[in-house]
């Protein structure tokens, strides 16, 4: 069986849960990789899911014990052993399957590709995601500043340094260092999801504040922005999640964004 009948199988084997998610039914897969009797092919599945457990991954994640009703004759039915596996338990399979069978060699290139392919993928919605989150807190630092301004500030540069003192206890040069960036690099090009929507909840919170409050002058506006940052923390630390501070920074997103337009011109091209 060459690598096209064997990803013409796997495709064919492959199911798709509600979520979306893609899995398939070990008893299906079983003859595609080459294994005619089930107890060997078990064995290997459970060889599977031991280097599934020693990568550090939950097996159940990857790997679920079931059983079905299969015909013995007469009408007669018996309940046999199944398992679902998902595409990283699929490849692990493979990964432990006899090197010696060319479907086992088959469908570790299938499952070794199609494994990229969704890192490639799940790595373009996280940008994407990003991206959008980053967006949003432009836009609520603008409206932010808006407000600010009509309250009375003139040194923005103090206004929201108040912030960052009152979300991370730290200044922004301090906040940097503690992240391990360079002063020309900008925070929120690198924070994550979460820290970008703590930062836009900071934001949005403290325009209401200095527009109900009646905000007036830069030291009210200043104390309302730290106060807010204040609250903020205490909330992430009352659900038991990670201080801004504390989050690792991430990769670029002009710079993610850029390789990403320099590959779609280049497409283009082709």
Same mark, same amino acid.
């Given at each position: ?14 199911? +798709?849960?509600? !979520? ?15 294994? %005619? ?5 078990? &064995? ?13 991954? &939950? +097996? ?17 039915? !018996? ?38 392919? =969704?890192?490639i993928a799940d790595a373009e919605a996280?940008? &994407?995601?990003?991206?959008?989150? !980053?967006? !949003? ?11 600010? *301004?009509?309250?009375? +500030? =003139?040194?923005?540069?103090?206004? @929201? ?14 906040? *940097?260092?503690?992240?391990?960036l360079a002063d020309k690099d900008e ?14 909840? @900071? ?42 501070? &504390? ?6 997103? *002009? ?8 590959? %779609? ?6």
């Amino acid at each position: 069986m060459d690598l096209e009948s064997t990803k013409t199988a796997l495709d064919q084997a492959k199911r +798709v849960s509600p !979520r979306q998610v893609e899995f398939w039914m070990a008893r299906d897969i079983q003859v595609a990789l080459g294994y %005619q009797r089930w107890e060997n092919f078990e &064995d290997v599945i459970k060889k599977a899911m031991t280097a599934c457990e020693q990568s550090g991954e &939950d +097996v159940q994640n990857h790997f679920r014990q079931t059983t079905k009703m299969v015909s013995i004759g007469s009408g007669a039915q !018996r309940p046999v052993a199944d398992y679902f596996v998902d595409r990283y338990g699929c490849y692990l399979i493979a990964m432990n399957g006899e090197p010696a069978l060319p479907q086992i060699a088959a469908a570790q290139t299938y499952f070794a590709v199609q494994t990229r392919r =969704q890192e490639i993928a799940d790595a373009e919605a996280m940008l &994407d995601k990003r991206l959008e989150q !980053r967006a !949003r807190l432009t836009t609520a630092v603008v409206k932010l500043n808006m407000a600010a *301004k009509a309250a009375g +500030v =003139q040194n923005f540069a103090f206004f @929201h340094d108040a912030g960052y003192k009152g979300l991370y206890e730290m200044g922004l040069g301090d906040i *940097k260092k503690k992240k391990g960036l360079a002063d020309k690099d900008e925070l929120y090009d690198h924070a994550s999801r979460a820290e970008l929507a703590a930062n836009e909840f @900071h934001k949005t919170q403290t325009e209401q504040k200095i527009l109900r409050g009646n905000v007036q002058g830069q030291t009210q506006a200043q104390q309302a922005h730290w106060q807010v940052g204040q609250e903020v923390r205490a909330a992430i630390r009352k659900i038991g999640g990670t201080m801004p501070e &504390d989050i690792p920074p991430e990769a670029s997103l *002009k710079k993610l964004a850029s390789e990403r337009k320099a590959k %779609q011109k280049l497409l283009k091209k082709r």
